[in-house]
């Protein structure tokens, strides 16, 4: 799975507050549904403030999909926080960003790992160092067509 | 006193690798949009010799034998990847003024190890945004230039970071430093320096007689001197001999404004003042930014919209700039919020005259010059 930059975000100085509508059952329709909550901003929600070092990037590819990133997908890239292993990433390899989940392999070497059984992981070389760009704090997937 | 000067390197370069970083270890050049000539080059491609302002079709053969990436200009990404930068630096600085799309003072005054704290900084913004940025520190403004100066021209040795901590440091710096180099004397003025008064290096202008250099010269460069020797003589808020790289026109509303039309009404006249000093320092723009919000002190229905336009050609022309601010507030405009403020800014500056036409470009409007002459003087 690649990722390639969409937009330069433009945070706004004050974020938009959207109402948060309550929580929304998966299962069956939660009986505490009535409760108010104060208005959230997505932007706030996701990290996004003027001096934030997050940027939005478009994932492509189907190698992430057991992790619910999929094709077209948008993704929410913190480039400031240290990645961890278990981490989804951005990294570069070769002349690209490919998004893959951190690990670590026996020796404790960085793996990073597809989440679609048709995929391999990549290892890298030797003396080649991997090079994380960010990481991946939300994915935002479209539901309803355009 | 310490102030600090924090710029970005080659950065618009700098920021078109954010997002290629793979072209890191590569000849990299951004071209202007508008006549295709080098506005910003990476070290590789400094090392090549491509210069400043050359027109990129002379370069075509060198480009394309040594695999230079050209890219041209995103003034807009630009623009909104300073506001970041500043916006991190306003948090890591006690007090800040920016200078320019890419480069910032500090008052560091407080802070007990500036050098630390320049260190900590450069981290920071790389870590954060990518973006290496050179530190330097000094006791006047300009000498905060000169050690900048100096952090990039020592790179591998300094880190970025430059720290003038005493006089012997500040002597040995001064004394190998051209005379061109130092903060508002540039090429002219170097020149005249040497041939009139002898005057090639940074440490000859500090110990020059102040009276002969304010008859020869300006009280500025008379100032300068000053600054050299450690004396403080640009304040830290907007003491700025040089040109203006970035204009401002913004203000509060008296009353409170609410409509679509009482908005593009006051963005049009900022944009009109603002053209006015732009021409008034022979600079053309190419990009614009229009922001709107609400007033600080009332949270319940803040609003605050920006808008980044790169114009189609670098402009000092009224009636493209408000045209571009008029697009962008509408586009942020909200019904609803009471509006307390707007405003329109203006940067990324070329000078007037250094521009030739290109071919697939918009072309500025024809008559502008004559037009705009005659608005000088209403």
């Known amino acids: 799975m690649n990722a390639s930059l969409i937009a330069s975000l433009s945070p706004s100085l004050q974020p938009q507050p959207l109402p948060l509508g309550g929580q929304a059952s998966c299962g069956f329709p939660s009986p505490a549904a009535d409760y108010q909550v104060p208005d959230l901003s997505l932007d706030t929600l996701v990290g996004i403030r003027p001096s934030s070092s997050i940027f939005l990037l478009r994932a492509w590819g189907e190698s992430m999909q057991d992790a619910g990133i999929h094709d077209g997908d948008l993704l929410v890239v913190d480039k400031g926080r240290r990645a961890q292993p278990g981490d989804v990433v951005v990294a570069v390899i070769g002349p690209e960003f490919v998004v893959k989940r951190l690990a670590l392999d026996e020796e404790g070497q960085p793996l990073l790992l597809a989440e679609n059984a048709g995929y391999d992981p990549i290892r890298l070389g030797e003396d080649e160092p991997l090079e994380i760009w960010g990481v991946c704090l939300w994915v935002l997937h479209r539901l309803a067509g355009r | 006193m310490a102030f600090a000067l924090i710029d970005a390197n080659s950065f618009y370069c700098s920021a078109e690798l954010l997002f290629q970083p793979w072209l890191r270890d590569k000849p990299v050049v951004v071209a202007s949009n508008n006549d295709g000539c080098v506005v910003s080059r990476n070290d590789l491609a400094k090392a090549l010799g491509i210069k400043m302002g050359q027109p990129v079709f002379e370069l075509r053969g060198l480009l394309a034998r040594n695999e230079v990436s050209v890219f041209s200009s995103n003034y807009e990404f630009y623009q909104s990847l300073s506001n970041r930068l500043m916006s991190i630096l306003e948090e890591l600085a006690p007090r800040l003024t920016i200078n320019?799309?890419?480069?910032?003072?500090?008052?560091?005054?407080?802070?007990?190890?500036p050098e630390v704290w320049g260190r900590y900084v450069r981290d920071e913004i790389q870590r954060r945004l990518?973006?290496?940025?050179?530190?330097?520190?000094?006791?006047?403004?300009?000498?905060?230039?000169?050690?900048?100066?100096?952090?990039?021209?020592?790179?591998?040795?300094?880190?970025c970071v430059a720290y003038l901590r005493d006089r012997t440091r500040q002597e040995k710096l001064l004394r190998?430093?051209?005379?061109?180099?130092?903060?508002?004397?540039?090429?002219?003025l170097s020149k005249r320096l040497a041939n009139e008064l002898g005057i090639t290096t940074a440490w000859q202008l500090a110990n020059a007689e102040p009276k002969l250099l304010r008859r020869h010269f300006s009280a500025t460069v008379e100032r300068t001197a000053r600054e050299l020797q450690g004396i403080q003589c640009f304040p830290f808020v907007d003491g700025s001999p040089e040109r203006k790289q970035m204009i401002v026109c913004s203000r509060s509303f008296g009353a409170k404004v609410f409509s679509l039309e009482q908005l593009e009404r006051a963005v049009v006249t900022f944009a009109a003042r603002a053209a006015v000093k732009l021409r008034q320092q022979a600079s053309l723009a190419n990009c614009l930014q229009v922001f709107a919000r609400t007033s600080l002190f009332s949270p319940g229905d803040s609003y605050s919209g920006s808008r980044i336009i790169a114009l189609p050609y670098p402009t000092d022309d009224t009636r493209d700039l408000a045209q571009a601010a008029i697009g962008g507030l509408r586009t942020l405009y909200r019904p609803g919020p009471t509006y307390a403020k707007a405003g329109v800014v203006l940067s990324q500056f070329v000078e007037h005259g250094t521009i030739t036409g290109d071919l697939f470009a918009p072309k500025p409007r024809s008559n502008s010059e004559q037009l705009m002459r005659v608005l000088g003087f209403v």
Do not use: H, Q
Request: glycine share 16%; net charge positive; aromatic share 8%.
């Open chain 2, 100 to 113: 320019s799309i890419d480069e910032a003072f500090a008052d560091v005054s407080g802070i007990a190890n």
């Open chain 2, 176 to 188: 190998y430093a051209p005379v061109g180099e130092v903060w508002g004397i540039g090429p002219r």
């Open chain 2, 130 to 159: 990518g973006l290496p940025v050179g530190v330097g520190i000094g006791s006047t403004k300009t000498l905060a230039k000169l050690a900048n100066w100096a952090a990039k021209r020592w790179k591998a040795r300094t880190g």
